[in-house]
C-alpha cells in the first residue's frame, strides 16, 4: 500500500527538505518552501521489472533518423526552431506575460490548420470564445483548428488519443495538473510532473507539442527552472513593453542552432516576422550626433548591424556618478569604463554614463565592446563618429582589440547595407579572402589605434 509523507519544496530552485525552513539553503531565497504530499510506493520482496531491458549495440549500427520537419508558415519562427517542428519534438515557448507567446502560437496554429493539419489547442487559461476572438483578429479560423479548455492532464491525454491531432499545444504549463499529486497547479511540482508525462506520451506517438511557459521576475520559466532539461528546444520571447519590436531567442534546441534569433514587428493583426532586422534597427538613427556608434553583431547564423547610444554628462551627486546600460551587460559596461580610464587616461570618475542599444534589443556578445568604448568616447568629447564606419571587435584589459568569430559574414552585411569603412582587430590581417571590395578594411591594435582613426 502506497505510504503518504509530506515535504517542503522551494518554488524557486526545487530543493527538497523534510522541515519547512523560512531560507532556502541551496538558492538562499527567503520564504519559497511549499508543502506537498507525497506519495511512495510500497517495497515489494518480489517486486520485477515489467519491462525488458535494453539492447547494447555498437553506434555504427545504430539506425539513423530523418528529421520530418513541419514548417509553420512564420519563417522567423521555423529559423529559431532550426527548419520547423520535427516529430515528437516539445517545444517550450518562455517570455513575461503579454509579450505575444500565444499570438504567434496561435497564428502558427492557423496556418498549419488552412494547410490540413490538424491541430489541437488546449488552454487552461482561456475560454473557446476568447480564444476565437484572437483568432478572428489574427486570420487563423480553421475547421482543423480544434479548441479545448482543460487543465487535468489526465483528460487531456485522453482527448489526444480520441482526436489524434497533428499538432498539440498546451497554454500554459502552470495552469495543468495531474491527480497524481495533491498539490496546487503551478508548484514546482505539479509542473515538473506535468511536463515529464507529456514527454513521455508525445515521444511515444511523434506528436510535435508547444508547451507555453511563464517567466518570473528573475527571467527564468515561473516555478521550475528544471523543466528546461526535459524538453527538447527551449525558447524566449524578448523585448521591451514600449516598443514593437520582438525577439524569439533559442536558448536550447536538440534539432538546431543555438542561440539563434528571430525579429517580430508587434501590429494590430499580430506578429509580422522583419526580413532584414539590421535595417529596421537602424531606421531612426540620428544624424550628426555625438555617443552614437554602429556594431556588428552575430546572433545564431544571423548578423545584426545595432546602434550603440552612450551618454556621458557630469554628475551632480559627488562621488556617486550614476552607470546605467540598457540592453547591454552592466558589469561589462563598468569594466570598458575602467578600462578606458586606466588606458586612455579618461577623466570618467565624475561623470554619469548611460549605454543604450536602440531599438529594444538584448545582446551580450563581446563583439559589441569596441562600439561601446567608441560610443562613450564619442560622447565624452562631443565628436561625432562616421556615420558610415562600423566596428567590431573585443577589447581585453590591456586596452588589445581582440578578434572575434566570422568576421566575413559581419563585414558583407555591413558592406550590403551601404557603410564604407569597418574597423576590424589587427589580427584579422592572417585572415585570408576577407570581403573587402567596396568597403574599407581598417585594422587596429588597441584602443589608441582606435582613437586616432575616429577623432583625429
Same mark, same amino acid.
Given at each position: 500500500?502506497?505510504?503518504?509523507?509530506?515535504?517542503?519544496?522551494?518554488?524557486?530552485?526545487?530543493?527538497?527538505?523534510?522541515?519547512?525552513?523560512?531560507?532556502?539553503?541551496?538558492?538562499?531565497?527567503?520564504?519559497?518552501?511549499?508543502?506537498?504530499?507525497?506519495?511512495?510506493?510500497?517495497?515489494?520482496?518480489?517486486?520485477?521489472?515489467?519491462?525488458?531491458?535494453?539492447?547494447?549495440?555498437?553506434?555504427?549500427?545504430?539506425?539513423?533518423?530523418?528529421?520530418?520537419?513541419?514548417?509553420? @508558415?512564420?519563417?522567423?519562427?521555423?529559423?529559431?526552431?532550426?527548419?520547423?517542428?520535427?516529430?515528437? $519534438?516539445?517545444?517550450?515557448?518562455?517570455?513575461?506575460?503579454?509579450?505575444?507567446?500565444?499570438?504567434?502560437?496561435?497564428? +502558427?496554429?492557423?496556418?498549419?490548420?488552412?494547410?490540413?493539419?490538424?491541430?489541437?489547442?488546449?488552454? @487552461?487559461?482561456? +475560454?473557446?470564445?476568447?480564444?476565437?476572438?484572437? *483568432?478572428?483578429?489574427?486570420?487563423? %479560423?480553421?475547421?482543423?483548428?480544434?479548441?479545448?479548455?482543460?487543465?487535468?492532464?489526465?483528460? !487531456?491525454?485522453?482527448?489526444?488519443?480520441?482526436?489524434?491531432?497533428?499538432?498539440?499545444?498546451?497554454? +500554459?504549463?502552470?495552469?495543468?495538473?495531474?491527480?497524481?499529486?495533491?498539490?496546487?497547479?503551478?508548484?514546482?511540482?505539479?509542473?515538473?510532473?506535468?511536463?515529464?508525462?507529456?514527454?513521455?506520451f508525445i515521444k511515444q506517438r511523434g506528436l510535435p507539442t508547444l508547451l507555453i511557459g511563464h517567466i518570473?521576475?528573475?527571467?527564468?520559466? *515561473?516555478?521550475?527552472?528544471?523543466?528546461?532539461?526535459?524538453?527538447?528546444?527551449?525558447?524566449?520571447?524578448?523585448?521591451?513593453?514600449?516598443?514593437?519590436?520582438?525577439?524569439?531567442?533559442?536558448?536550447?534546441?536538440?534539432?538546431?542552432?543555438?542561440?539563434?534569433?528571430?525579429?517580430?514587428?508587434?501590429?494590430?493583426?499580430?506578429?509580422?516576422?522583419?526580413?532584414?532586422?539590421?535595417?529596421?534597427?537602424? $531606421?531612426?538613427?540620428?544624424?550628426?550626433?555625438?555617443?552614437?556608434?554602429?556594431?556588428?553583431?552575430?546572433?545564431?547564423?544571423?548578423?545584426?548591424?545595432?546602434?550603440?547610444?552612450?551618454?556621458?554628462?557630469?554628475?551632480? $551627486?559627488?562621488?556617486?556618478?550614476?552607470?546605467?546600460?540598457?540592453?547591454?551587460?552592466?558589469?561589462?559596461?563598468?569594466?570598458?569604463? *575602467?578600462? !578606458?580610464?586606466?588606458?586612455?587616461?579618461?577623466?570618467?570618475?565624475?561623470?554619469?554614463?548611460?549605454?543604450?542599444?536602440?531599438?529594444?534589443?538584448? !545582446?551580450?556578445?563581446?563583439?559589441?565592446? %569596441?562600439?561601446?568604448?567608441?560610443?562613450?568616447?564619442?560622447?565624452?568629447?562631443?565628436?561625432?563618429?562616421?556615420? %558610415?564606419?562600423?566596428?567590431?571587435?573585443?577589447?581585453?584589459?590591456? @586596452?588589445?582589440?581582440?578578434?572575434?568569430?566570422?568576421?566575413?559574414?559581419? !563585414?558583407?552585411?555591413?558592406?550590403?547595407?551601404?557603410?564604407?569603412?569597418?574597423?576590424?582587430?589587427?589580427?584579422?590581417?592572417?585572415?585570408?579572402? %576577407?570581403?573587402?571590395?567596396?568597403?574599407?578594411?581598417?585594422?587596429?591594435?588597441?584602443?589608441?589605434?582606435?582613437?586616432?582613426?575616429?577623432?583625429?
Amino acid at each position: 500500500m502506497a505510504k503518504t509523507t509530506t515535504i517542503f519544496i522551494c518554488q524557486e530552485c526545487g530543493h527538497q527538505i523534510p522541515k519547512w525552513m523560512g531560507k532556502c539553503p541551496e538558492c538562499m531565497a527567503w520564504n519559497s518552501f511549499v508543502e506537498e504530499a507525497s506519495r511512495q510506493p510500497s517495497p515489494s520482496r518480489n517486486s520485477k521489472r515489467s519491462t525488458n531491458p535494453s539492447v547494447l549495440i555498437p553506434i555504427t549500427e545504430v539506425q539513423s533518423i530523418v528529421e520530418n520537419r513541419l514548417t509553420t @508558415g512564420i519563417g522567423e519562427f521555423d529559423r529559431v526552431l532550426g527548419g520547423g517542428m520535427v516529430e515528437g $519534438s516539445l517545444i517550450l515557448i518562455g517570455g513575461e506575460p503579454g509579450i505575444g507567446k500565444s499570438t504567434l502560437t496561435l497564428q +502558427s496554429m492557423g496556418h498549419l490548420a488552412r494547410l490540413g493539419k490538424k491541430v489541437l489547442y488546449v488552454s @487552461g487559461e482561456e +475560454s473557446g470564445s476568447q480564444i476565437k476572438l484572437r *483568432a478572428e483578429r489574427l486570420e487563423a %479560423l480553421s475547421e482543423n483548428l480544434l479548441v479545448c479548455s482543460e487543465i487535468c492532464i489526465e483528460d !487531456i491525454i485522453q482527448w489526444v488519443e480520441k482526436v489524434e491531432p497533428d499538432v498539440l499545444v498546451l497554454d +500554459s504549463v502552470q495552469t495543468f495538473f495531474t491527480s497524481d499529486l495533491q498539490s496546487a497547479p503551478g508548484s514546482i511540482g505539479q509542473v515538473r510532473e506535468v511536463a515529464f508525462k507529456i514527454f513521455q506520451f508525445i515521444k511515444q506517438r511523434g506528436l510535435p507539442t508547444l508547451l507555453i511557459g511563464h517567466i518570473n521576475k528573475d527571467g527564468a520559466i *515561473a516555478g521550475p527552472k528544471s523543466l528546461e532539461h526535459i524538453v527538447d528546444t527551449v525558447v524566449y520571447f524578448e523585448g521591451e513593453r514600449g516598443h514593437a519590436y520582438r525577439a524569439l531567442r533559442a536558448t536550447k534546441n536538440r534539432f538546431g542552432p543555438t542561440p539563434e534569433i528571430g525579429v517580430f514587428q508587434m501590429a494590430p493583426e499580430g506578429l509580422v516576422p522583419v526580413e532584414n532586422p539590421s535595417e529596421w534597427f537602424l $531606421s531612426e538613427r540620428p544624424e550628426n550626433s555625438s555617443g552614437s556608434a554602429i556594431a556588428a553583431t552575430l546572433e545564431g547564423s544571423r548578423t545584426l548591424l545595432v546602434e550603440v547610444q552612450a551618454l556621458v554628462s557630469t554628475s551632480s $551627486s559627488i562621488g556617486m556618478p550614476r552607470r546605467m546600460a540598457t540592453g547591454f551587460d552592466h558589469n561589462r559596461m563598468s569594466l570598458l569604463i *575602467a578600462i !578606458i580610464e586606466k588606458r586612455m587616461e579618461f577623466q570618467l570618475q565624475g561623470e554619469d554614463i548611460f549605454v543604450n542599444l536602440a531599438g529594444g534589443i538584448k !545582446i551580450t556578445e563581446p563583439a559589441l565592446d %569596441l562600439a561601446v568604448v567608441a560610443a562613450i568616447a564619442g560622447s565624452f568629447r562631443d565628436r561625432v563618429i562616421d556615420p %558610415l564606419t562600423v566596428l567590431v571587435g573585443e577589447v581585453g584589459l590591456t @586596452g588589445e582589440v581582440r578578434t572575434v568569430m566570422q568576421l566575413d559574414g559581419r !563585414i558583407v552585411e555591413a558592406r550590403r547595407l551601404g557603410f564604407k569603412r569597418c574597423i576590424i582587430p589587427y589580427s584579422a590581417k592572417k585572415i585570408k579572402n %576577407l570581403p573587402d571590395k567596396d568597403i574599407e578594411l581598417l585594422f587596429v591594435k588597441n584602443l589608441a589605434e582606435l582613437f586616432e582613426h575616429l577623432f583625429e
